[in-house]
Each structure stands twice: as structure tokens, then as C-alpha cells.
């Protein structure tokens, strides 16, 4: 019979692609901090951080582990501004990596957002200012007191413009 806990480790372990193996050898890590068994969000956050230093230049996967992380914290009613906001940047920096200058912004479906969906941006621009996540977002996932802004980045070019344009 699999206990909750145990359900709820292997959900875990599925959103953020680790295995049981790298579990319980970061469960021994932390146990060994703690000095105690440790909760298993606990493990889970701690294998994060390993993967961010793992990864600390792959752009693509870094962005995908914050995003992972931020819905880890909305699923548990905290808040994930600042990981959601780091998750976007990477998709920024990882947009600019593959030598694009400008990016269009995909929104999300509340009004707030609605207001972002098709400005464009030169990357550098968009870096320091962050228009994504949207602070005035109001798409509730879990956490009823928080947003959890579902907007994302696209490379623009002047060619999807023209696509865009002619479907309009």
C-alpha cells in the first residue's frame, strides 16, 4: 500500500524529472544538516538547488526548473512571484543565447494580461523590466490568495509579424 507521502514523493519526483535514486541520497544529505528525517518537500526543494548549480548555464532547462519550482510553491499556498519572475528571465536570456533581439509577449487569459499579449520587446529591455510574470495578474491556480501568471515569451520577427498581420 502506498501511503500519501509516498504518493505525494512520486508526483514530485514526475514534475521535476528526478529519480527515486537522487531522493534518497538528498534525503541523506538533508537528514544530515537537519539532523533529523526531513520533510520530503524539504528533499525536493534541496534537489532543486542541486539542479540549478548542475545546470547554472542551460538556459532552457533552468527556466523550466524554476517554472516547476514556482507551481511547486503555489501548490502549496506560498508564494512564487520571484521563482516565476526567475523563470521568465532564463526563458530571456536563453531567447537571447540563440542570438534573438526581440520578444513578444504570449498572455495569459485574465484582463490584466490580456493588456501585455502581443507588445514587443527588445530582450534587454524586457530583462530590466520584467513585464512578466504580470504583478496585476489574477489567474488563481492553487493558492487562492496569489496570481499564478500563465504568460510567456515568444522570439518575435519581423516574419511572424507579417503572419500575424495577414490573420488578423
Excluded at 500519501?4 to 514534475?15: F, G
Excluded at 544530515?32 to 534537489?47: A, E, Q, S, T
Excluded at 520578444?103 to 494580461?113: K, L, N, R
Aim: charged share 35%; glycine share 2%; aromatic share 12%.
Amino acid at each position: 500500500m502506498v501511503t500519501e507521502e509516498k504518493a505525494n514523493i512520486i508526483d514530485e519526483l514526475r514534475r521535476f524529472d528526478f529519480t527515486e535514486e537522487q531522493y534518497r541520497e538528498s534525503e541523506k544529505e538533508v537528514a544530515k544538516k537537519f539532523g533529523h528525517k526531513p520533510r520530503y518537500n524539504d528533499v525536493i526543494w534541496h534537489l532543486c538547488n542541486k539542479e540549478i548549480i548542475k545546470n547554472r548555464n542551460d538556459y532552457s532547462k533552468l527556466s523550466l526548473l524554476y517554472y516547476n519550482m514556482a507551481s511547486f510553491l503555489n501548490d502549496r499556498d506560498k508564494d512564487c512571484f520571484q521563482i516565476l519572475q526567475q523563470s521568465r528571465k532564463m526563458e530571456l536570456l536563453d531567447f537571447k543565447r540563440m542570438g534573438n533581439e526581440e520578444v513578444e509577449i504570449y498572455a495569459g487569459v485574465c484582463f490584466s494580461c490580456q493588456q501585455l499579449n502581443g507588445k514587443i520587446f527588445k530582450i534587454d529591455d524586457a530583462l530590466k523590466q520584467m513585464p512578466i510574470p504580470n504583478k496585476n495578474c489574477t489567474t488563481i491556480r492553487h493558492d487562492k490568495k496569489r496570481a499564478f501568471c500563465m504568460c510567456r515569451y515568444l522570439p518575435s520577427s519581423e516574419f511572424l509579424r507579417e503572419i500575424r498581420k495577414k490573420y488578423k
